[in-house]
C-alpha cells in the first residue's frame, strides 16, 4: 500500500470538515434549502406576490438585522443596550439633514456611520469605563436620544432630494441595496467573530473572568 501524499492528505482534510459542517447545521440549512425554493417558485409563477413578500419580509427586517448584529456584540460581552433604537433612529434623521443639505452620498454614508459610533463611543465610555450598569446608562441615553429627536424634528418630513430617492426602501433598487448591505455586515461579522482575535475577545469578556484572562483582557467584575 502507497501512502496518501499532503495533496490527497489534505483534500480529504476539507472534505471531512466539509461533510461535518453540513452534518452539525443539517437542519438550519435544509429550512434554508426549502425556504429559497419557495422564493423561486414564487418569484417564478407568482412575481406579484413574490416582490410583496420581499418587502414585507426581507427588506424590512434588513435594518433590525443590522441593529441585531450591533446588540449581539453587547449581550456576548455580557451587557445590554437599550437605546439601539433611539440611536438607529438618529442616524436616520442624520442621514436624511446630510442628504437635504447637498452632501453626496459617501459624505451621507460617513456621516451616519460617524454620528453612530460617537453614540456607541459615549455609552461605552460610561459603562466601561467608569463601570456604570450598562441598563441604567442605556435608559438615559434612550431617553435622552428621543426627547432630543422631537424637540429638534417636531414631527417634520424631510423632503429627500431626487438624487438620493433611489436610496430608499420603496424603491426597488435601494430595496436591493439595503438587504444586500445587510447581509455583507452579517456575513462580516459571523467570520469577524469566528475568526479574528477580536471577535473571540469578546466572546471571552462575556463568559468568565479566566477565560477573558486567557484571552488576555481584564473585564470589570460584577
Known sequence: MTAATPHAAGATSEIGKAGGFFHRYLREISVAAAYLLLL??????????????????????APILVMAIGSTLVIVAREID??????????GIVAGLLAVSGMPLPVVLIGTLGAGAVMGAINGALV???????????????VVLRGALLWSTEGAAAH????FQWFGASQSVGQTAIVLIA????????????????????????????????????????
Not at 437599550?82 to 442616524?91: K, R
Request: charged fraction near 15%; hydrophobic fraction near 60%.
Open 40 to 61: 423561486v417558485t414564487l418569484a417564478l409563477f407568482h412575481p406579484a406576490f413574490f416582490r410583496a413578500q420581499f418587502r414585507a419580509t426581507w427588506v424590512s427586517a
Open 128 to 142: 466601561a469605563g467608569m463601570g456604570l450598569p450598562s441598563i441604567v446608562v442605556t435608559l438615559a441615553t434612550m
Open 82 to 91: 437599550i437605546s439601539i433604537g433611539s440611536q438607529f433612529s438618529v442616524c
Open 160 to 163: 429627500l432630494p431626487e438624487k
Open 183 to 222: 447581509l455583507v455586515v452579517f456575513a462580516g461579522f459571523a467570520w469577524a467573530m469566528r475568526w479574528l482575535a477580536a471577535g473571540r475577545a469578546v466572546y471571552a469578556v462575556g463568559s468568565d473572568l479566566e477565560a477573558a484572562r486567557l484571552a488576555g483582557i481584564r473585564p470589570k467584575r460584577v
